[in-house]
T-cell receptor, first 113, second 114 residues
Framework: DAGVIQSPRHEVTEMGQEVTLRCKPI?????LFWYRQTMMRGLELLIY????????DSGMPEDRFSAKMPNASFSTLKIQPSEPRDSAVYFC???????????FGPGTRLTVT | DQQVKQNSPSLSVQEGRISILNCDYT??????FLWYKKYPAEGPTFLIS?????DKNEDGRFTVFLNKSAKHLSLHIVPSQPGDSAVYFC?????????????FGKGTTLSVSS
């Protein structure tokens, strides 16, 4: 029974490059969440989808960030252009309920040099 | 403007003793609370939750207590084991439906020594 799958697990890129993070939620889950973890801000929500529709993107820091969910089994988070301050661990989580527990993927560690 | 606060960044406990992790919240609209555990290089793992209609929920060695009047919850681990050493996050949300966001505290690092 696969959990949430994220790829890549690690990404190192140069400032100005485009970065795409990928997520496959747990089958049957209809809500998907993107979080970012940094030392300064902890775990913060970037955007979430219900039934593939973006519900709240108020946590997306800038227009450089965009997210899509073209179908129930796949979502992407794109940063274009990337900057060093985007370096963080990005988590994807999915849920279905109630109950509302969210199940997290292993994360993508992004380093922008 | 942190809505969920974990004021102790770290906690050290001896194996076999009780670990108590605390969490405070400011938004009275929160009515569902969760604890997650996180090991290095892994995603957070759901541990236990509690609805605001209860004041206690127990699952094996883990018990969560909720004091709504004080806007405070705590996680008790008894007995503590070295494998419990991890970062523990408190989270809160409005409503028990799946499709709403979790607000996380910044975490408490628990170290259990043998």
């Amino acid at each position: 029974d696969a959990g949430v799958i994220q790829s890549p697990r690690h990404e190192v890129t140069e400032m100005g490059q485009e970065v795409t993070l990928r997520c496959k939620p747990i089958s049957g889950h209809n809500s998907l969440f993107w979080y970012r973890q940094t030392m300064m801000r902890g775990l913060e929500l970037l955007i979430y989808f219900n039934n593939n529709v973006p519900i709240d993107d108020s946590g997306m820091p800038e227009d450089r960030f965009s997210a899509k969910m073209p179908n129930a089994s796949f979502s992407t988070l794109k940063i274009q252009p990337s900057e060093p301050r985007d370096s963080a661990v990005y988590f994807c989580a999915s849920s279905s309920g109630p109950p509302p527990e969210q199940y997290f993927g292993p994360g993508t560690r992004l380093t922008v040099t | 403007d942190q809505q969920v606060k974990q004021n102790s960044p770290s906690l050290s406990v001896q194996e076999g003793r009780i670990s108590i992790l605390n969490c405070d919240y400011t938004n009275s609209m929160f009515d569902y609370f969760l604890w997650y555990k996180k090991y290095p290089a892994e995603g957070p793992t759901f541990l236990i939750s509690i609805s605001s209609i209860k004041d206690k929920n127990e699952d094996g060695r883990f018990t969560v207590f909720l004091n709504k009047s004080a806007k405070h919850l705590s996680l008790h681990i008894v007995p503590s084991q070295p494998g419990d050493s991890a970062v523990y996050f408190c989270a809160a949300k409005m409503g028990n439906q799946a499709g709403t966001a979790l607000i996380f505290g910044k975490g408490t690092t628990l170290s259990v020594s043998s």
